[in-house]
DNA sequence: TTGAAAGCGCTAACAT
DNA sequence: ATGTTAGCGCTTTCAA
């Protein structure tokens, strides 16, 4: 089914077909309404592809993001094909599995599909695609985990305050034994969240009695670095949990050793979503606002495809606290 | 940076860049190597666009889901990404967000850039985009939500059996009070587990005091229907929840009331998770295979890509039941 | 073994 | 207003 059989069945040429498919040019509504009619019967599809070699511009886009199992990200991944559809853009999809290399090769393939822009969120500090993507001169914006380039427009909150933020508010509540725990510090977003966290700490002049503690990408890993923690040192008075996934072992770890919130301990997690509210206690959270993640990043991305030239920008929203029950002011 | 660049610098024709880029023929290795270093140097990367346009196949395949929200399809879209990536495939997702008209809207999509090949669940019995599907010759397996349709190869759960399993587990626990909960009857998945636990039900002799639910496609849709019903009857001695966002919508609408579990009700939930597990008590589900489920998936439709033309299969795997804590004899 | 050339399906410049 | 035609970058005969 090609252009040609169009054209043919409607007695017209290629190029009209061509034109009434892309509502170029003044094509005579009677011979619009055969092709269309031609285009119906045939069943008849624009291929992209050929569409795209021509014209030397795409409607496709490409993802890359770390993992799709935090919720915090397959809401992010969510809301962005929300949006490309709506403007009439494809989404390739990578997964990078928390593995650089991985984010390396599905930016390859991408950028040999030619795609319109991209929208990544690198694995960790090295961000092994940059240079790749750079070379090749695309469109792309980096979004949650940006990293310390300043070639390319990023989209994120301000980790440092939030961490900051939230420590402190544990802090106010009395708390002076507070342990964070949070992924890996290779990756720019943590290290800043930790970083805030300590600032916090220090100016409480608590720095002697708090502690942050990375234990990997999995839950697991996170899970076994705080169970050792837990067992070999005195009992925090909060667990500040600094990532979604940080929060479901920080949530194990303790459901395990039988402590009881926020009595034992206070328990304040980062990314908020809906089976924190259901737990007993629900789960205090820092919330990022990834609805406007997703509609900054993807504005500024289509903003660069559109030919905006303006000055690189770093964007950094804010989050907000959700203070529910598993937070409260230490029982000593 | 075409081929034509790589071949000038090389010193070679475009046919013999091609054909080092694609390992084939003869080519003598030391114009081999002077092209590769070319390509090297050029950071020459292959079109697919072109590659594809030229050879009529291409390597993308389209993963159409209703939704990401939800763990589960969160988790099978991961697993399919991995596979899809490993064997040197891209991935075009589309997420239908639960509307039959946008799973249509992403498969013309996808079809009309000649994808290799498509896995779609879809959005509910209407499968909206069947006909197109199958007007377009395009190899195609349907997951999760099997359709009636008998002429796509299916990859699913016996649901029938899952939730049939379920509620017999809890009517052998001793409640004769059970209240199922889930989504739509408009999806056949969701239908079948109904049936299943109302045959389960009726074999038992329960059926005058046990009840099937449906809410909807979302939490909030749900959690209502469930609270009307909750505030209405009387309390089931028993809740099974069919799917994922039923479960958490039943905890939700179970926590509000104040009823605690086992105690007072207990809670058998759908597509187990991580989440489920931190919850006191652990919440008890019937668990969907899904690393399996995406492994037949994917190795049937790339079977129908190879070529194979063996008769429609439909693979019906066997789900688990995890018994936990929130499930328990009911006290009176 | 290597190269010249046709052409995938479409778009866009140009001719009519 | 409509048609003719030259490519987009690549692969693949086919000829040298």
Redesign the interface.
């Known amino acids: 089914m090609t252009i040609r059989h169009v054209a043919s069945a409607a007695g017209v040429s290629i190029a009209t077909v061509s034109n009434v498919l892309n509502g170029r040019s003044s094509v005579a509504p009677e011979l619009s309404a055969r092709v269309r009619r031609a285009m119906e019967e045939l ?1 008849y ?6 569409s ?2 021509r014209r030397r511009q ?1 409607s ?1 886009v490409g ?1 890359v993001l770390p ?3 935090s ?1 915090f990200l ?2 992010l ?2 809301k962005l ?2 949006l490309a ?1 709506s403007q009439g853009y ?6 990078a ?1 928390e593995d650089p290399d ?1 984010e390396l ?2 930016v ?7 795609v319109a822009g991209m929208i990544v969120a690198p694995v960790d500090y090295r961000f092994l695609s940059h240079k790749l993507i750079r ?2 001169g695309i469109r792309c914006v980096i979004v949650d985990r940006t990293s310390e380039v300043d070639d390319l427009d990023s989209v994120g909150v301000d980790n440092f305050e939030a961490a900051h933020t939230g420590a402190r508010r544990l802090i106010e509540a009395g708390h002076r034994r507070i342990l964070a725990v949070g992924s890996s510090r290779a990756i720019p977003n943590m290290l800043e969240r930790i970083t805030g966290f300590e600032a916090a700490v220090s100016e409480a002049g608590l720095a002697a009695n708090c502690e942050a503690l990375c234990g990997g990408g999995d ?1 697991q890993a996170i899970g076994q670095a705080l169970r050792q923690r837990l067992q070999n040192g005195p009992l925090p008075s909060a667990v500040f949990a600094l990532s979604d996934v940080s929060t ?1 072992a920080a ?2 770890e303790l ?1 395990e050793l039988g402590v009881r919130m926020p009595d034992d301990v206070s328990l304040l997690g980062f990314d908020d979503h ?2 924190m ?4 206690p629900p789960i205090s959270a820092v919330r990022q606002p990834i609805e406007d993640l997703a509609r900054h990043a993807w504005s500024r991305m289509l903003q660069r495809i559109e030919g905006d030239v303006s000055p690189v920008s770093r964007i950094q929203l804010a989050c907000s606290l959700q203070w529910r029950g598993s937070t409260a002011a230490p029982k000593d």
Request: charged share 15%; no cysteine; proline share 2%.
């Open positions: 069943g599809q624009r291929d992209q592809v050929a795209t070699l795409t496709v993802l993992s799709l199992m919720p397959a809401a991944a969510t094909e929300g559809h494809q989404l390739l999809l990578g997964s599995d991985q090769s599905r390859q393939a991408m950028l040999s599909w030619r070379s090749q839950v479901l949530l194990r459901g809906e089976w509210q259901v737990l007993r």
